[in-house]
């Protein structure tokens, strides 16, 4: 049972943030009730959505029995999931930054050029390329309905542009290869809590598919088999195979039917603000989960693109799935 303390609520399992409040005593943020972290670190928050807080009339205080019943009304409003959709990295898996400029895809790329090119400059280019196409994929990030470029355009677009003609034939053929090679990190590690969170939803019949932005999707593909984790998914859709890119709401669509599932009775669970929760809302997905990464701690803020949940780790995720209505079976 929660209990007021002063402008906070506090409980056994949970902490809230205390009500900020302006000048004319209007709250300037929202309330939010905190999830304990599996492990160290500071709490994070399950969203409490901003329509359900303000009961009051616009102006007035929000006081400690309206706060409570909006708190009660999120928890009823959270829905039960009939499907997950999930991202790759940042929630299923993760792995440090690599380096701009990986060496063995350095080397690789100079073994196929040959002499055309030296060494240090395919370093250079592979650099400004990478920085290039980041950008690229945050503008077209901010479109209606942003698409993925194929593994050559990736290449030529990015990197290859300004070299020799040879060079850059040599780029094409291997495209795909070379794209694979770019996205592989040797570090991956599957996310804390993950894996104990995708069985427990598979034994509860909740089919899953990923839903991932990837310059290679089948570097994503075959971590998640040597995983043994793959099995779990009825289907991986990844931007590249799939030509779209997520906040795209069609890619979230297209995993929805491929689990015969209908999108609102899907949890799109994502690590990124603005392209996660964004296709989510887009979507018109049944609930927005939102599993703290790096990515997510270094996303500029955007008040009105708020997930439903926010969640450390895989632990976060088993525990909202153990709390949800007709998953009281999940153990």
């Not at 996303?299 to 780790?313: H, Y």
């Amino acid at each position: 049972m929660a209990e007021f303390t002063g402008a906070a609520i506090v409980d056994t399992n949970s902490t809230v943030t205390p009500v900020q409040r302006t000048e004319n005593g209007v709250t300037n943020r929202k309330p939010s009730i905190h999830a304990p972290p599996h492990s160290g670190g500071a709490p994070w928050t399950f969203g409490v959505p901003t329509r359900l807080v303000h009961h009051a009339k616009r102006g007035d205080v929000v006081t400690p029995v309206e706060l409570t019943a909006a708190m009660r009304e999120d928890e009823d409003m959270l829905p039960t999931p009939h499907a997950l959709l999930l991202d790759f990295g940042g929630v299923l898996a993760d792995a440090p930054r690599q380096p701009p400029a990986p060496p063995d895809l350095v080397r690789r790329l100079s073994d196929l050029v040959g002499d055309t090119m030296s060494v240090e400059q395919i370093a250079a280019d592979l650099t400004e390329g990478g920085r290039a196409y980041a950008r690229w994929r945050d503008d077209i990030g901010r479109s209606d309905e942003p698409v993925e470029l194929p593994h050559t355009r990736v290449w030529a677009d990015f990197v290859t542009h300004s070299w020799p003609a040879q060079a850059r034939k040599a780029v094409e053929e291997a495209a795909t290869p070379l794209a694979y090679a770019w996205t592989w990190r040797p570090d991956w590690q599957v996310r804390p809590g993950i894996p104990a969170a995708l069985r427990a939803a598979a034994d509860a019949g909740l089919p899953m598919a990923v839903v991932s932005n990837a310059l290679c999707g089948a570097a994503h593909r075959d971590f998640l088999a040597t995983a043994g984790l793959s099995n779990l998914f009825v289907a991986e859709h990844y931007s590249d195979e799939a030509g779209l890119r997520k906040p795209n709401p069609r890619l979230a669509m297209v995993a929805a039917e491929a689990v015969g599932v209908p999108i609102r009775h899907c949890w799109f669970v994502g690590d990124s603000v603005h392209r996660d929760v964004a296709c989510a809302r887009r979507a018109g997905a049944g609930a927005a989960i939102l599993m703290r990464s790096p990515r997510t701690d270094s996303e500029a803020a955007q008040p009105d693109l708020q997930p439903d949940a926010r969640i450390e780790d895989g632990h976060g995720l088993l525990t909202l799935l153990r709390q949800s209505r007709t998953a009281g079976h999940l153990t």
